[in-house]
């Protein structure tokens, strides 16, 4: 566990310092996407929670994720990125899809120039532009934490953005980086990709972890505390 706090204590972290944000919805990491975008130099949003703030943009999303009631707190995001000063990177383009299924008819979209995702189709991945820009970005950092997938990484279709993120995360942890990845399906990416030994360190504390980094006082990290004190 002190390894894990030592990790995970952001305001001690070398900067440039990015956070790359995925999973399915907003509602379950904004507390931690509020805490982060105060904290960090680069915010990467990507997974189904990145379809609120695209819509937050004015962009067409067709039938993906969003949660309606949170578009203005998205869009306050953005503003307090904007006022801060913190590069925030949003999907340029995804790969569309017809249908949620494993082998469902699919396209990259770009969002650049108007374009949008056409009515009934969905967004299940990063596409190969915002990848590179994800990727282009990440070479500017010292220090990198990574929760939630970028992708419907069930479907190896869908899970090509997240596991080319693994992919550059390792390699910018070989090249002196920290990096640090927590959250089911993110170890379960890097473990895919055979890199999980090359990351900075890898938590197991889930939901423990995104709560900490959101700025939550976790009892037995409080009790820890009190007894070291």
Same mark, same amino acid.
């Given at each position: ?32 996407? /509020?805490?982060?975008?105060? @904290?960090?130099? &680069?915010?990467?949003?990507?997974? =189904? ?6 819509? #937050? %943009? ?78 282009? /970005?990440?070479?500017?950092? @010292?220090?990198? &934490?990574?929760?939630?997938?970028? =992708? ?6 869908? #899970? %090509? ?69």
């Amino acid at each position: 566990m002190e390894k894990e706090l030592a990790f995970l204590r952001l305001d001690e972290a070398e900067r440039p310092l990015a956070a790359i944000i995925g999973g399915a919805k907003v509602s379950s990491k904004l507390p931690v996407i /509020t805490a982060l975008v105060e @904290k960090v130099n &680069i915010l990467v949003l990507g997974g =189904g929670l990145a379809f609120t703030f695209l819509k #937050a %943009q004015g962009k067409d999303v067709g039938a993906s994720l969003v949660e309606d009631d949170l578009i203005a707190t998205a869009s306050g995001i953005i503003t307090k990125a904007e006022e801060l000063g913190v590069t925030l990177i949003v999907p340029t383009d995804v790969i569309a899809a017809a249908e949620f299924k494993a082998d469902a008819e699919n396209e990259v979209i770009s969002f650049a120039d108007g374009g949008g995702i056409r009515e009934g189709w969905m967004g299940l991945d990063a596409g190969p532009a915002t990848v590179a820009a994800i990727a282009d /970005t990440l070479a500017t950092a @010292k220090t990198i &934490i990574w929760n939630g997938p970028l =992708g419907v990484f069930e479907f190896d279709a869908f #899970a %090509q953005g997240t596991l080319a993120i693994a992919t550059k995360l390792a390699e910018l942890t070989g090249a002196g980086c920290t990096s640090i990845v927590g959250g089911g399906d993110s170890v379960a990416a890097v473990e895919k990709m055979g890199v999980a030994s090359e990351m900075s360190h890898v938590s197991t504390g889930g939901g423990a972890t995104l709560e900490l980094l959101g700025g939550a006082t976790l009892p037995g990290v409080a009790a820890i505390a009190d007894l070291s004190a």
